[in-house]
């Protein structure tokens, strides 16, 4: 069957990939953020007809992010969609990248007719489009061809990536030259590099490159190297262009005295920075700030540690480490990777800040004079001045170290004399976290500076942040985010934000668009992180109805009586308790419950269920339970719905939360706490005696008043259906004792928890069959999940 024939059976864009892969013969590719791609042409796709322009432009977006990562880039680039395809050489791309004219969007999926009509004049006459019933045959030659060709754009070396580049060739090609003395690595590299392949590009170089028929071969001081694979070499050399620029060679040349390969094991300290996604943080600093940056900025890391976010710097002359701890200030100074730049002992919290919160050199006389004077220069906007950037892994609050060690607590760590001077911004919890006060000395101290800072995202959107946010502004240049299993002795899955600031601009912090990489440093998706007032995120929805009745009994589960009880009173006339703790995605899941007494797990944060909000408390619930958290969304703030809720949405939450194993609600009489026993009673049964075959009487008739006469979905009417029946089954069994006892099974009226359990805790005697509800209750699910980001309760 031919290509126009599969596209015309197509119906998602899934079908229109899958017809191209089949008539192109492609092996070897890969589905992700491209579309298509191989290592010869990317593909995007699209199921309706779209203007290859546009298509292009959003391709472009992809190869710009991967090129600027420094990861190589296809020959080619094609558009597919079911009635045409098109292809261009990137080539004739590649000026359009760089050009600061173009307003670049932050995702691909953001490009438009905006981008298009920017790059047309540029490329629209080097695309090729063909009409898929007319010019099928020649298309598919023509990709074939460019995939036959297998050209790749190389990546130039040049004194921003010399650290990187090196440390590659020692992984692909060093490595298998045999070499003993680890110091003839650089010597073999720069005869390697100052080669183009046919003859060198330079003479009198200590070791020499002979390109034979066999292959490469290396002469140093009498000795021959030749690899025992060659694999690497090609492999590496198809991703890098050789020689250097001649403007560059005799600096690269320079630096060859302190490149020795570098062992991860020595960066190992408090705080570690894996040195592959340091590689990715050069790459950034290299796309935001431009070519040559290294020697056009001063750098000054304030905690330091070993070294880490240092080690891929190729100009160490322009560079200042500083770090709490002198032990790693002696391991740092004994380390040749860092021969040239300056090193010192300097506690950045404390060390010259007066009791008034200003900054006095003198107090300490550590700070080195060129540095001082940098700074100075810097702050008048003298001519000629380096701009700096302070480029850090800061502490975590809670324990003083990097990142890697965020998960100790230190009780008292954050009083420092900077946390002393802040306390009259009225930072909140903000003046709390370590990192925080690294952010405020730098913007007191560098207010023209560039930050480039790996750390969590919640100075970003956190809640307890807005404080920070009013004080704290910066243009956000750009980012990424990786992993936090990329980090050793990391706990958790939650991403780390290495994120660029221009504090010269001091604008409100709006929404962040990164790219997302994975622990490997490899690209995965693209990410924006919603940030808005707290007056619009999801827990404040709902206001909260004040407690005036009893003191309440405290639970910690649906039965069970809090060890640590929190005592409360009940506010008349309430259902039950909500309990929704921190509004992120990573506390919902298991911070989120409906009980029948107040919860006081965890840190507090929940409100009493009236009928007057209990259509809003079943949409929070639901809300916060129905998007399974990952590494990149669990930092993600639920927000207020962002258009009107219907009738059916709020009923199916309703039905969703009521059969959600989180509802705890329950009945039960004879619960001691606090000197007397507590009864718990159900208003949470959404069936009336005659409907379950119940022999007593139910104390509360709410929920079934409250339903009666609504219409319910299909789906919520399946899940309720399913349920009645297990309501039928379990009032029709003598449970035994032991499970009787165990959940408290002396009330008619108990709840979807004793039930669910109850009929559990009896499969050794006789099976419930459970897969009805829960085949109900997935059709329910997947109806609802799309819509919590459709209507606005999480960012898309």
Not at 202 to 226: H, K, S, V
Not at 324 to 336: E, F, G, H, R, Y
Not at 386 to 408: R, V
Request: net charge neutral.
């Amino acid at each position: 069957m031919s290509l126009a024939n599969d596209l015309a059976r197509t119906r998602t864009e899934e079908d229109v990939k899958d017809a191209y892969i089949k008539a192109l013969g492609l092996e070897k590719y890969f589905k992700g953020l491209v579309d298509i791609q191989t290592e010869e042409i990317w593909f995007e796709a699209k199921d309706a007809p779209t203007p290859s322009i546009i298509m292009f432009g959003q391709l472009l977006v992809y190869v710009r992010a991967a090129k600027k990562r420094g990861e190589p880039i296809p020959a080619f680039l094609a558009v597919i969609d079911r009635e045409k395809a098109a292809i261009m050489p990137t080539e004739r791309a590649l000026p359009l990248l760089d050009d600061r004219s173009i307003v670049w969007p932050k995702s691909g999926s953001a490009a438009g007719k905006e981008l298009a009509t920017q790059i047309a004049p540029y490329v629209q006459t080097h695309i090729v489009e063909y009409t898929i019933t007319h010019d099928e045959a020649m298309f598919v030659k023509a990709v074939k061809n460019a995939i036959k060709e297998r050209r790749i754009i190389r990546t130039a070396i040049t004194p921003d990536n010399l650290r990187q580049v090196f440390d590659r060739w020692v992984e692909m090609i060093g490595s298998e030259l045999g070499v003993t003395n680890q110091a003839d690595y650089a010597v073999l590299f720069f005869a390697d590099i100052m080669h183009d392949g046919q003859q060198e590009a330079m003479n009198n170089l200590p070791a020499r490159l002979l390109m034979t028929a066999a292959g490469p071969t290396f002469l140093l001081n009498g000795q021959t190297y030749e690899l025992a694979s060659d694999r690497g070499y090609r492999n590496f050399w198809a991703m890098y262009h050789r020689p250097p620029e001649q403007q560059h060679r005799h600096y690269l040349l320079e630096r060859r005295d302190s490149l020795l390969p570098l062992d991860e094991q020595k960066f190992k300290g408090a705080y570690y920075t894996p040195l592959h996604i340091v590689d990715k943080a050069y790459d950034e600093l290299r796309s935001v700030l431009g070519d040559n940056w290294q020697s056009r900025y001063i750098v000054w890391d304030m905690c330091a540690g070993v070294g880490n976010l240092e080690a891929k710097h190729s100009n160490l002359r322009n560079v200042f480490m500083s770090t709490l701890d002198q032990a790693d200030v002696t391991i740092m100074k004994s380390n040749p990777a860092f021969s040239g730049a300056e090193i010192f002992q300097y506690d950045y919290l404390n060390d010259d800040i007066t009791d008034f919160g200003e900054i006095d050199y003198s107090l300490s006389n550590k700070l080195p004079k060129s540095l001082r004077q940098a700074i100075a220069d810097a702050r008048a906007g003298k001519k000629g001045a380096k701009p700096i950037i302070a480029l850090i892994n800061p502490p975590y609050a809670e324990s003083g170290s990097g990142i890697a060690k965020g998960d100790e607590n230190k009780i008292g760590v954050e009083k420092t004399r900077i946390n002393s001077a802040m306390r009259e911004m009225n930072l909140g919890y903000g003046s709390k976290e370590l990192f925080v006060q690294f952010l405020i000395r730098i913007r007191q101290e560098l207010p023209k500076a560039t930050l480039a800072m790996f750390s969590t995202l919640k100075y970003v959107n956190a809640p307890n942040f807005e404080p920070f946010r009013t004080v704290w502004k910066a243009k956000y240049l750009n980012g990424f985010l990786v992993h936090s299993r990329a980090f050793d002795g990391l706990n958790g899955d939650f991403p780390i934000g290495f994120l660029i600031w221009d504090l010269s601009k001091p604008e409100p912090i709006h929404d962040i668009s990164t790219d997302a990489l994975d622990r490997h440093g490899l690209l995965v998706g693209e990410k924006t992180y919603a940030v808005r007032p707290n007056s619009s995120l999801l827990n404040a929805w709902i206001p909260a109805p004040k407690a005036r009745g009893e003191l309440a009994l405290p639970l910690s589960n649906a039965l069970t009586v809090s060890r640590n009880p929190r005592r409360k009173s009940w506010c008349d006339g309430a259902l039950g308790y909500l309990f929704a703790g921190n509004n992120d995605l990573q506390n919902a899941s298991t911070g989120t419950c409906l009980t029948s007494s107040i919860y006081t797990g965890r840190n507090g944060g929940g409100l009493y269920v009236l009928p007057d909000n209990i259509d809003r408390a079943a949409v929070v619930f639901s809300v916060r339970r129905l998007i399974k958290p990952t590494w990149l969304n669990d930092r993600d703030q639920f927000l207020q719905p962002a258009q009107p809720l219907t009738e059916e949405f709020k009923l199916d939450c309703l039905v969703w939360m009521l059969f959600n194993n989180s509802n705890l609600t329950a009945a039960a009489d004879g619960i001691r706490w606090d000197g007397r026993d507590w009864s718990l009673v159900n208003h949470f049964v959404p069936f009336t005696e005659q409907d379950v075959g119940v022999k007593g009487r139910f104390d509360s008739d709410f929920l079934t008043a409250y339903m009666q006469g609504k219409s319910f979905s299909a789906e919520s009417s399946n899940v309720l259906e399913e349920a009645r029946k297990l309501w039928i089954r379990f009032h029709a069994i003598q449970f035994p004792r032991k499970i009787r006892d165990e959940f408290r099974l002396g009330r008619p009226d108990a709840g979807w928890f004793q039930i669910r359990r109850a009929l559990e805790a009896y499969g050794d005697t006789e099976l419930t069959d459970f897969e009805p509800i829960k085949d109900a209750y997935a059709r329910l699910t997947a109806k609802l999940r799309p819509l919590v980001f459709s209507l606005g309760f999480l960012p898309e």
